[in-house]
Every structure is written in structure tokens, then in C-alpha cells.
């Protein structure tokens, strides 16, 4: 369900695009971003410091497409949104000595800290090929395709990294009796 919630502003970005114009589409992923964050605040009275990031880069980003009218701008922002969390969670480890992926995985699942080491590691590696996946495809490819790619290349990519993930993981889940 959290995921779905996550994918909302790019699926209303997705139709929006195919509906009007990539103008469009940035204006409903602001508009969409900014209700995704209210929503967030009203049921729990707290916002996740990675959501408010999103919202400045889509804020950013989108406001510059906008103001601009220069879909460039927007093409950057998955980019700089995966480079930012691999950034966070390269920082966190190397400055603060917190993993930020045990933190968020703790409660499901337990495993060595080496393990935790590797997984965190891997989540940079994958946000920071993602970006770069993202730049090869707003910048070679139509705007067009690059609207397909952001939708399903991007959430394709990460269901396959994250079953590979899984699949990796699945020899430290112990069953209960």
C-alpha cells in the first residue's frame, strides 16, 4: 500500500502527460506531491525527511520547467531525487555511523551487520545507476518515452532489484515454528 501511495504523484504525472503536455503533468506532480505531504502530516503528524526532500526537488525542479518552460529541468529531477537518497544513505553510514536501510528493515527482518553493510550499499549503488538511467533515457529518447521509462522502466527496475534483494536476504529469514 506504501508503495502505491509513493508511486501516486508519477502515475498522476503519467496521465496528466498523456492527457495534456509535460507542463501539465509537472503541475499536477507539484500539486500532487504537495496533497501527497498533507496527507502524510494529517493522519501521522510527522513527514519522513526524504519526502520533504522529494517535495523541494519536485518544487524546485517543476517550478524551474514551469517558469522556464523547459522541460530539461523536470527530465533532472528523478536524478537528482535518486542521487540525493544514495548521498543520504552514504552519509548517514560514513558521518553518523547509521544504516539507514537497518533502520527502516530492523523490524522485519534481522541479519549481521555485515549484511546490513552490503544491503546498504547496494541501495546507493542501484539510486545512483537508477539516476543515470534516467539521464540516458530524458536525454536520447522522446520526452515521450522518457514519460514511459519514468512510470514503467523505473518501477520496473526496482521490483527486479528488489526480488533480487529478496532473494539474497532469503537465507537470513528464519522460519517460525
Known amino acids: 500500500m506504501k508503495l502505491l501511495f509513493d508511486l501516486f ?97 530492523s523490524e522485519q527482518m534481522q541479519l549481521p551487520d555485515h549484511v546490513w553493510a552490503k544491503l546498504n550499499l547496494s541501495w546507493m549503488g542501484f539510486f545512483i545507476f537508477m539516476g543515470i538511467a534516467n539521464l540516458l533515457v530524458a536525454f536520447n529518447f522522446s520526452t515521450d518515452d522518457w514519460v514511459n521509462f519514468k512510470l514503467f522502466g523505473g518501477m520496473g527496475l526496482m521490483l527486479v532489484f528488489v526480488v533480487a534483494q529478496g532473494l539474497l536476504l532469503s537465507k537470513y529469514i528464519e522460519e517460525k515454528p
Open 9 to 105: 504523484p508519477v502515475l498522476l504525472f503519467f496521465i496528466a502527460f498523456k492527457m495534456a503536455d509535460i507542463y501539465v503533468a509537472t503541475t499536477v506532480a507539484i500539486i500532487a506531491t504537495i496533497g501527497q505531504i498533507a496527507w502524510v502530516w494529517l493522519r501521522h503528524r510527522r513527514v519522513e525527511p526524504m519526502q520533504w526532500v522529494s517535495l523541494v526537488i519536485v518544487g524546485v525542479f517543476g517550478g524551474m520547467t514551469l517558469a522556464l518552460h523547459d522541460e530539461t529541468f523536470i527530465k533532472w529531477k528523478p536524478t537528482i531525487l535518486y542521487w540525493a537518497f544514495a548521498v543520504a544513505l552514504f552519509a548517514s553510514a560514513r558521518f553518523f555511523g547509521k544504516n539507514l536501510i537497518q533502520k527502516m528493515l
